[in-house]
């Protein structure tokens, strides 16, 4: 019965997700969860320090959405994105060319300053203006974004989803960052394939395969590289270095590239970097607000909030407001989108911590999953992205799978004695291709297009994203084998 009772939440996330709605879906199984909780006999002071972890965690994603939602804002209300998006139209003649630059290029750059659903938001909107259709530009900006999405904003979903609420040494989390960086681009290669036929069937065939691959290396190199060194930079870094590089490639003569409207977005990039660049800098920053036994429970709770991004943020957009002689901050909106992700983040949060944290009198639900599943052997590590996905589909976020699976992932490696890294790893990249079919981005992104046909973007993006997933399962598996 308690192996039952302990999947409970996750069946009741997945039916009533699909049902009823994400919202309602997370409400109605935090509170499912905190009666289980109990029952599994942990006591009131255990259900208020996973509460208070929960807290925290929520604060922490909270400042990255109202620093990246309110330099977006300004940006955009100064006309800023509008010129981004326009800079790049002369570079090279060819539409075909442009479509996949600013596909690959714009949607990794707008995921890894903004995340939460920006890339599908801006680039559908730039490529239906160049001519191509609406439901091929939404689906594969979303198949893009899938395989950047796995270090979201300034690295969220490895840091805050993954390192935090599992506990992951530094060292640890750079190996995730480089296995799961690793998988994702060579995943990137299948989508860039089938891309390809999807693009073909609704606009001919293409004429520069070659060269769009060359393009792919361009961010597939250096975000390689950057996932060891710097993988919140990763995304962000490796973006504008495509960009760059794609610009001095593809640079037709006497044609001028206006590159003004990205400094706002250099300058952040560098403000981020900066404390790498700095020992004293970074020691000073990572001061941390600890609560070391949170009601007397032995819980512990932390939180960096000079580490944050939002401090970059804020200043950038500072910035942006007072040369662009801006007359409103405009931060109604970054306040309202914090108080409408608060609602569907605090609980869903809390479920993961309070499955946890219930393991006092007996172990913990998150450990009977992981016992289940260690049933399926060492075959359960092509399943182990798929987790990652579904994760990403009912609760429409990387960081939100990565913290609702992310342990039970690290239990399940531990009871099959496979390296806890390589499974954090298909977690996070199977977390990250699940924003391509995740109902969340294709509803916001169609709704900003002016389409209906959610359905056609879910059917299109469905079976590259299964494909994709067994990809890395497979990959998963021969790391295993070898290690």
Known sequence: MSYLLSLLPILLLIVLSLTRGVKVAVLVVAVVTGVLFFYWGAGVPHFFGALGVSLLTTIQILMIVLGATFLYNIMSRNGLITQITHSLDQLHPSKEIRFFLLAIGLTAFFEGVAGFGTPGAIVPLILIALGFEAVLSIAVVL??????????????????????????????????ALLAAGMSVLAGLLMLWWVFRMVSRSHGELQHRRQVLLLYLFIAVPF??????????????????????????????????????WLPYAALAFLLLLPRLSGGLREWIGWELAFEDLFGTGIRATIRP????????AVVGLGVALLQK??????????????????????????AQLMIYSGVTQPSMVRYISEMLSGLGAAYVVFAPFVGIIGAFITGSTTISNVVFGASQFETAVALGIDPVILLALQLS???????????????????ANIQNYKAILSANMIPTVLAGLLVGLLGFLLVAIA
């Open 430 to 448: 199977g977390a990250g291709l699940g924003n391509a079919v995740c109902l969340f981005n294709i509803i916001a992104a169609a709704s900003v």
């Open 143 to 176: 198949l893009f974004d899938g395989l950047f999405a796995i270090f979201g904003a300034v690295g969220t979903p490895l840091l805050t989803g993954l390192q935090i609420p599992v506990g992951l040494s530094d060292e640890d989390t750079r190996h995730v």
């Open 306 to 313: 000079m580490a944050s991004p939002l401090l970059p943020f």
């Open 326 to 351: 801006s007359k409103s901050l405009y931060l109604a909106e970054p306040l309202k989108k914090m108080l409408t992700v608060f609602v569907v983040l605090f609980p869903s949060i809390a479920i």
């Open 224 to 261: 390689l590289l950057l996932a060891w060194f710097a993988a919140e930079l990763a995304t962000v870094l490796g973006a504008l270095t495509m960009l760059g590089l794609s610009v001095l490639y593809l640079k037709q003569k006497g044609v001028k590239v206006d590159l003004k409207p």
